[in-house]
């Protein structure tokens, strides 16, 4: 029998009943000891006893914590030999008499794909924020999309959610479909069952191959994507909600419209990509005066929480370039409000305007989005372990 009960399953069983054995009597002498002969001999009822009845009530039927100690304390990632560097050079070249300790480096690795591979108790949502343009919000998207699909073995969307339209059509591969967003709302219906599929709700959808996730896109009709507010934004949520485990969703430039609006509402973890001029810093840190006011106006900490727990990305943007002064002050403007900041190194194939294809991505620039990835999991899961409690305290 599990004892890895759900809160709510374990309300719903009946108390556990235990009763004691009843003595077995037999009988004694030479016949006995060959056979038994039915009605022959007096047949002895057991005495009728009451159960013991053990009603646990709201106690977990195991409560203690030594044993998931014991086995926090194995790490795989240790154990397994270097795969990279020159310690797997020296391996290899050995034929494995000789097997250095794995690299500092290739540890880190190790340890944030582990952390972008939890699972949740629950659907989470990453949103994708900045109200500037230019500053790589949907590479920022198509990064992170790529980086969770690869690696965490989850359904993962990416949800261009522009109130005008987004970018996220082009920059991925469409492999000849031409269904939107819009498309999706049309027939949201026919999703709003229990009958509903996966296999069907794919095909208003674009699955990118080998980077194993998939893009909801933004339709090309400015006016029909205007038409996208609150109301059908969470309704697309939530029967996207059914089949996607990670949802990052690529926002637009106004954070005033409702499905912008909408989206912070259910949004676990806040992305902010930015580049270190005065421009990009001082529109970032306007959205995060708006959500911190936001806060203060409704007393719901949601939205500063967000703010607190956001990850920022430095993106390279094209120009003229910055000071070293000047990027330290903006550094500094931005890291004391928001939880940690990653650079991503310039790539060329992320900063082509046209399709990006995490196979043709170099080294530094994956390992920096794996680097945003896991921090990113780390905040959603925070938010999933606040939920929990959240939840077993109002069902008590």
Not at 116 to 132: D, E
């Amino acid at each position: 029998m599990s004892t890895n009960w759900q809160g709510s399953e374990r309300k719903s069983r009946a108390p556990i009943t235990l009763t004691e054995p009843q003595p077995v009597q037999t009988a004694t002498g030479p016949a006995a000891a060959i056979h038994a002969v039915p009605d022959a001999q007096a047949k002895v009822e057991p005495q009728a006893q009451q159960p013991v009845v053990v009603d646990h009530g709201e106690a977990p039927l195991v409560s203690g914590r030594r044993s998931a100690t014991v086995l926090r304390k194995e790490n795989v990632n240790d154990q397994l030999p270097p795969a990279t560097g020159w310690q797997a050079f020296l391996r290899a070249a050995s034929f494995g008499l000789i097997s250095p300790k794995v690299g500092a480096a290739e540890l880190a690795r190790r340890a944030d794909l582990s952390a972008i591979q939890r699972v949740y108790s629950r659907p989470m949502q990453v949103m994708v924020a900045q109200p500037l343009g230019g500053v790589g919000k949907t590479m920022c998207s198509i990064g992170l999309g790529s980086t969770f699909g690869i690696h965490s073995g989850q359904q993962t969307l990416v949800w261009d959610n522009n109130e005008m339209m987004g970018t996220a059509g082009v920059r991925t591969n469409a492999n000849d479909s031409i269904s939107t967003v819009w498309d999706l709302l049309n027939v949201l219906e026919s999703f709003e069952t229990v009958t509903a599929r996966k296999g069907e709700l794919s095909y208003y959808t674009r699955h990118q191959g080998n980077n194993q996730f998939s893009v909801l896109v933004a339709d090309e009709d400015a006016d029909r994507m205007k038409s996208i507010g609150a109301e059908e934004f969470n309704r697309i949520h939530t029967v996207v909600s059914r089949f996607y485990d990670t949802i990052i969703v690529d926002t637009g430039n106004n954070t005033r419209s409702a499905n912008w609006l909408a989206s912070i509402e259910v949004t676990d973890q806040l992305v902010i990509p930015t580049t270190l001029k005065r421009n990009a810093v001082v529109s970032a840190l306007r959205m995060i005066e708006q959500l911190e006011s936001m806060s203060e106006r409704t007393g719901n900490p949601h939205y500063k929480d967000l703010v607190a727990n956001a990850v920022v990305l430095v993106t390279q943007g094209g120009g003229a370039k910055v000071s070293a002064s000047e990027q330290a002050e903006l550094r500094e403007n931005l890291a004391s409000t928001v939880r940690v900041l990653i650079d991503i190194p310039y790539e060329r194939a992320l900063d082509t305007g046209s399709i990006i294809d995490w196979q043709l991505v170099g080294d530094p620039a994956r390992r920096a989005f794996e680097r945003a990835s896991a921090e990113t999991a780390a905040g959603l899961l925070a938010a999933d372990l606040k939920h929990a409690t959240s939840a077993q305290t109002t069902n008590r």
